[in-house]
Structure formats: structure tokens, C-alpha cells
């Protein structure tokens, strides 16, 4: 499958910003699917999944209680919406997907570049 992520851009502290990952070329629904993030001069970071249903999500701590993760498999697309955020949110942010059968991410989204202003 390829992915494509959209909808970075530059937003306020407080605000809010909706990512978008559309697939194609595979069998979307297959996928379990997360969201990782890199952020100036630092390593990327696994920021948030969602199982191949929909039905199961996991966000680490820094981003518990701003971000929802979602997926549509009928449209083959799944989103970020990242609310109250903040400077530290600044990052390139990635779309990512692997099929159960393996451990690694092997399919992966461009990055799309949010920039969170003070």
C-alpha cells in the first residue's frame, strides 16, 4: 500500500489541526495504521495506532487527551486531529502502516510538516 499524508501547516498555541493519510495501491483495511512524528533535530517517535476495525487506539502520554486518531477503510483514509496544541508539537508528521503478520512499519507517508507557533 501507499500512503500520503496531508494537512500540515502553521497554527497558534491552543489550536487545532486535521491530518490526513489517503492509501491506495492495497488492501487498506489489512493494515493496522499510526501516526509518528519527528521533530527538529530530534529522533522520530511513535505518537499513535489504531487497529485494522478502528475499534482499538493508543496514544503515548504527550499526546493523550489532544489527539484522536480515526480511520475510514471504505474510503481508505485515516485522520489526526490534534487539538490544544502546543510548540512542542512542531514536527514532521508520518503516516504509517504494517500488516499484523509483521513487526516493523513498512509502508510509510511522505511527512507532512506542522509547524505550532507561540
Known amino acids: 500500500v501507499q500512503l500520503q499524508a496531508s494537512g500540515g501547516g502553521l497554527v497558534q498555541a491552543g489550536g487545532s489541526l486535521r491530518l490526513s493519510c489517503a492509501a491506495s495501491?492495497?488492501?487498506?483495511?489489512?493494515?493496522?495504521m499510526a501516526w509518528f512524528r519527528q521533530a527538529p533535530g530530534k529522533e522520530r517517535e511513535f505518537i499513535s495506532s489504531i487497529n485494522r476495525g478502528g475499534a482499538k487506539t493508543y496514544y503515548v502520554d504527550s499526546v493523550k487527551g489532544r489527539f484522536t486518531i480515526s480511520r475510514d477503510n471504505a474510503k481508505n483514509t485515516m485522520s489526526l486531529q490534534m487539538n490544544s496544541m502546543k510548540p512542542e508539537d512542531t514536527a514532521v508528521y508520518y503516516c504509517a502502516g504494517r500488516l499484523p503478520t509483521v513487526e516493523n512499519f513498512t509502508a510509510w507517508g511522505q511527512g507532512t510538516l506542522v509547524t505550532v507557533s507561540s
Open positions: 495501491g492495497g488492501n487498506f483495511g489489512n493494515y493496522y
